[in-house]
T-cell receptor, first 111, second 114 residues
Framework: ELKVEQNPLFLSMQEGKNYTIYCNYS?????LYWYRQDPGKSLESLFV?????AVKQEGRLMASLDTKARLSTLHITAAVHDLSATYFC???????????FGTGTRLKVLA | GAVVSQHPSWVICKSGTSVKIECRSL??????MFWYRQFPKQSLMLMAT?????????EQGVEKDKFLINHASLTLSTLTVTSAHPEDSSFYIC??????????FGNGTRLTVT
């Protein structure tokens, strides 16, 4: 059974701190996506990672992909309150066009 | 950029009735669209792949006779929840996109069955 697991599931952190969210998956894939979801809203695309070693950065967020380890990370630098949301990774198994979502990480940044 | 429009945003219906949700790709053609369901504070679960001009492909455990999907054109897919029950209450989200670009998600439909 394909599994996409995120760690941690919940994260409460102080403003200004750094932290990393991990996304592990159990299938062969070289396509991984990160999304943000605010309460009651749909998904906002953050990063598209399409190859091993891919690294993307936008503002205080940086995502990377290691297809050999089947691991992606989302690193938060100097967190601010506006980053409070739920973050999902989604894996596209090789040979399919389906996205399988991770368990989600609920992030709360405390002022 | 690509936009996916979903309608309605929220709907309340009585048990036993059917509800139709529309998903439109506004500025691109989508031969494939996807329907997801999300329960409160949980992840998104893929329900089915909607294929233009052919039958939808349902994920294991999803009742195809309960969740009817029609993809009659390259810009429109519909999901009909038939004979809805309170346990069908959920957030339903559609998505579509090009092969080499990330999927774009609709704004979602919050369904409440009373």
């Amino acid at each position: 059974e394909l599994k996409v697991e995120q760690n941690p599931l919940f994260l409460s952190m102080q403003e200004g701190k750094n932290y990393t969210i991990y996304c592990n998956y159990s299938t062969t894939s070289d396509r991984l996506y990160w999304y943000r979801q605010d309460p009651g809203k749909s998904l906002e695309s953050l990063f598209v990672l399409l190859s091993n070693g891919a690294v993307k950065q936008e503002g205080r967020l940086m995502a990377s992909l290691d297809t050999k380890a089947r691991l992606s990370t989302l690193h938060i630098t100097a967190a601010v309150h506006d980053l409070s949301a739920t973050y999902f990774c989604a894996v596209e198994p090789k040979g399919t066009y389906k996205y399988i979502f991770g368990t989600g990480t609920r992030l709360k940044v405390l002022a | 950029g690509a936009v996916v429009s979903q309608h309605p945003s929220w709907v309340i219906c009585k048990s036993g009735t059917s509800v139709k949700i529309e998903c439109r790709s506004l500025d691109f053609q989508a031969t494939t669209m996807f329907w997801y369901r999300q329960f409160p504070k949980q992840s998104l679960m893929l329900m089915a792949t909607s294929n233009e001009g052919s039958k939808a492909t349902y994920e294991q455990g999803v009742e195809k006779d309960k969740f009817l999907i029609n993809h009659a054109s390259l810009t429109l897919s519909t999901l009909t929840v038939t004979s809805a029950h309170p346990e069908d209450s959920s957030f339903y989200i559609c998505s579509a996109g090009g092969r080499d670009s990330p999927l774009h998600f609709g704004n979602g439909t919050r369904l409440t069955v009373t």
